[in-house]
T-cell receptor
Framework: AQSVAQPEDQVNVAEGNPLTVKCTYS??????LFWYVQYPNRGLQFLLK??????LVKGSYGFEAEFNKSQTSFHLKKPSALVSDSALYFC??????????FGRGTQLTVWP | GAGVSQSPRYKVAKRGQDVALRCDPI?????LFWYQQALGQGPEFLTY????????KSGLPSDRFFAERPEGSVSTLKIQRTQQEDSAVYLC??????????????FGPGTRLTVL
């Protein structure tokens, strides 16, 4: 079974600064991890996923995530935040059942 | 290419009315999922189809909820005798493969249902 935790309900960052949205995982077996983003009044959009291979995964909109096995983390990062990055971010474990389990996510606010 | 589409985008129903929500998945996608997202919460799983077969409906909250995908493409989620607690955003997602822990689900924009 796989589960994840996003320890921060909210993250605030100034535009132009680097941003990190944290995610830690707990799995039995190989971890499969996804990041999704939900902009206001819009559906969920896939950002990136880790299956195997390179620990640094590059995704959409300039986001990347680093899989760290020793720290059991999969933090989402972006070198320079934009106001338009303000959204709700979900770290989601893959499931052999197909269904995805979402937590409450992390609300990112980028202020000008 | 076209993504997942849902209609209507917004639906207002009086308590007790029946509603039908439509999902058009990405062409060729085998798997289709429905999720319910209440205000301030993450999406919660409702049901799953592999082609036309409904393989998992364990997340449907009551027997008032019914979903179908008769030809293995378009799906409809029907809610009978709507209640105020049914107010939520209903999200549809599709993925290329059958159940897989590595396959990406692509989501539609959702239908926001408000029950008065």
């Amino acid at each position: 079974a796989q589960s994840v935790a996003q320890p921060e309900d909210q993250v605030n960052v100034a535009e132009g600064n680097p941003l990190t949205v944290k995610c830690t995982y707990s799995v039995s077996g190989n971890p499969y991890l996804f990041w999704y983003v939900q902009y206001p009044n819009r559906g969920l959009q896939f950002l990136l996923k880790y299956i195997t291979g390179d620990n640094l995964v590059k995704g959409s909109y300039g986001f990347e995530a680093e899989f760290n096995k020793s720290q059991t983390s999969f933090h989402l990062k972006k070198p320079s935040a934009l106001v338009s990055d303000s959204a709700l971010y979900f770290c989601v474990p893959g499931s052999t059942l197909g269904r995805l389990y979402f937590g409450r996510g992390t609300q990112l606010t980028v202020w000008p | 290419g076209a993504g997942v589409s849902q209609s209507p985008r917004y639906k207002v129903a009086k308590r007790g009315q029946d509603v039908a929500l439509r999902c058009d998945p990405i062409s060729g996608h085998v798997s289709l999922f429905w999720y319910q997202q209440a205000l301030g919460q993450g999406p919660e799983f409702l049901t799953y189809f592999q082609n036309e077969a409904q393989l998992d409906k364990s997340g449907l909250p009551s027997d008032r909820f019914f979903a179908e995908r008769p030809e293995g493409s378009v799906s409809t989620l029907k809610i009978q005798r709507t209640q105020q607690e049914d107010s939520a955003v209903y999200l549809c997602a599709s993925s290329l493969l059958s159940t897989s822990s590595t396959d990406t689900q692509y989501f539609g924009p959702g239908t926001r249902l408000t029950v008065l």
